[in-house]
């Protein structure tokens, strides 16, 4: 995964998991994206 999107990513879930606390139960990436093979077009998933 792109180091900038990762990065993003990660305050994404220490900001759930401190307003939802143990409702948080996992957060998946997938994708092209975290695979490394996406466009310019590529969405995040």
């Given amino acids: 995964m792109d180091p900038k999107v990762e990065k993003i990513a990660r305050r994404f879930l220490d ?3 401190s307003l939802l606390k143990d409702k948080v139960i996992a957060v998946i990436a997938f994708g ?3 695979w ?3 466009t310019e077009d590529s969405d995040y998933d």
């Fill in 15 to 17: 900001e759930a998991k």
């Fill in 32 to 34: 092209s994206r975290v």
């Fill in 36 to 38: 490394g093979d996406y």
